[in-house]
């Protein structure tokens, strides 16, 4: 059942982030014809302002789509669950487990696509706008990407491809932690009698603080920190011989606490459906 909600939560999601990226594709595709021109190699008075008015605007563009998103995933959650929506919504004969993770999945999916479009987008413009100053950039990156790996092993312990790995698995899950912040602050926004929304809002803004509280405290405790443990136990930075000496233990620990923040964000979550629904 979990698979059939998710295709329909699919039909009905795709059409908004799949605009937004396309919207990016094309303004992707009109910067780097732009940098590719000569226009910006002319001595025109104020032509310095026009690149900074111009990579300002594309800018505000990738934060704004990136934000609509972002929204787009927020308004859909509460408009199918606690709305008017919700009374089919939460008639039909599946738990509350499969209504969230469909969501969760769906909005996981876009954001990390929406993520991947962003940065190819910025990757597509730097390297247009290094090729208009050497041509020969790409040969060289590809010649020296041998002796890169070669001194990334050497550097931080491990491969390349691990490396990866890992940082794919902290993506997605604070992916996922960002999306069940979301969906946490709106099923505890409806314990609110009247102004839900605004309700939703301020237990966003809690979980942010309370999550950085405990983030900060974590990160400052940690024997890798060079913080509070350090200083009691006489451990830190100048400690280690490699970078990935602090970075590799940091990562495992933000997977860790991002893991088991995650955990909490949807229980809550899937609690409140299941036992505190209150439908507008």
Same mark, same amino acid.
């Given at each position: 059942?979990?698979?059939?909600?998710?295709?329909?939560?699919?039909? $009905?999601?795709?059409?908004?982030?799949?605009?937004?990226?396309?919207?990016?594709?094309?303004?992707?595709?009109? =910067?780097?014809?732009?940098?590719?021109?000569?226009?910006?190699?002319?001595?025109?008075?104020?032509?310095?302002?026009?690149?900074?008015?111009?990579?300002?605007?594309?800018?505000?563009?990738?934060?704004?789509?990136?934000?609509?998103?972002?929204?787009?995933?927020?308004?859909?959650?509460?408009?199918?669950?606690?709305?008017?929506?919700?009374?089919?919504?939460?008639?039909?004969?599946?738990?509350?487990?499969?209504?969230?993770?469909?969501?969760?999945?769906? =909005?996981?999916?876009?954001?990390?696509?929406? =993520?991947?479009?962003?940065?190819?987008?910025?990757?597509?413009?730097?390297?247009?706008?290094?090729?208009?100053?050497?041509?020969?950039?790409?040969?060289?990156?590809?010649?020296?990407?041998?002796?890169?790996?070669?001194?990334?092993?050497?550097?931080?312990?491990? =491969? $390349?491809? $691990? $490396?990866?790995?890992?940082?794919?698995?902290?993506?997605?899950?604070?992916?996922?932690?960002?999306?069940?912040?979301?969906?946490?602050?709106?099923?505890?926004?409806?314990?609110? +009698?009247?102004?839900?929304?605004?309700?939703?809002?301020?237990?966003?803004?809690?979980?942010?603080?309370?999550?950085?509280?405990?983030?900060?405290? +974590?990160?400052?405790?940690?024997?890798?920190?060079?913080?509070?443990?350090?200083?009691?136990?006489?451990?830190?930075?100048?400690?280690?011989?490699?970078?990935?000496?602090?970075?590799?233990?940091?990562?495992?620990?933000?997977?860790?606490?991002?893991?088991?923040?995650?955990?909490?964000?949807?229980?809550?979550?899937?609690?409140?459906?299941?036992?505190?629904?209150?439908?507008?």
């Amino acid at each position: 059942m979990l698979k059939k909600l998710f295709k329909y939560e699919w039909i $009905f999601f795709w059409k908004v982030p799949t605009a937004i990226n396309v919207f990016l594709v094309i303004v992707t595709i009109v =910067g780097v014809i732009s940098l590719a021109s000569p226009f910006w190699e002319l001595d025109i008075m104020g032509i310095d302002i026009l690149l900074g008015l111009a990579s300002f605007f594309y800018i505000l563009a990738i934060a704004a789509c990136s934000i609509a998103v972002t929204v787009y995933i927020a308004v859909r959650y509460y408009k199918n669950i606690y709305s008017d929506e919700g009374y089919l919504t939460n008639t039909l004969p599946v738990t509350a487990r499969q209504i969230v993770l469909s969501k969760l999945f769906n =909005g996981l999916i876009w954001t990390l696509l929406t =993520g991947m479009v962003v940065s190819l987008s910025v990757l597509s413009l730097i390297y247009t706008a290094l090729y208009s100053s050497d041509s020969y950039f790409l040969v060289d990156l590809i010649r020296d990407f041998p002796d890169f790996l070669q001194m990334f092993h050497e550097e931080m312990g491990i =491969g $390349f491809a $691990f $490396f990866l790995l890992l940082f794919l698995i902290q993506t997605v899950l604070s992916t996922a932690f960002s999306i069940l912040k979301i969906y946490a602050a709106i099923a505890l926004g409806q314990l609110f +009698t009247k102004h839900k929304v605004a309700g939703a809002f301020l237990w966003y803004v809690g979980e942010y603080v309370i999550f950085q509280i405990i983030t900060s405290i +974590t990160s400052h405790s940690s024997p890798f920190s060079g913080g509070m443990f350090g200083y009691a136990f006489g451990v830190s930075y100048y400690n280690y011989n490699r970078l990935g000496d602090i970075i590799i233990p940091s990562m495992l620990i933000s997977i860790f606490t991002t893991l088991i923040f995650s955990a909490i964000l949807y229980f809550v979550t899937e609690h409140m459906l299941k036992n505190q629904l209150n439908l507008d």
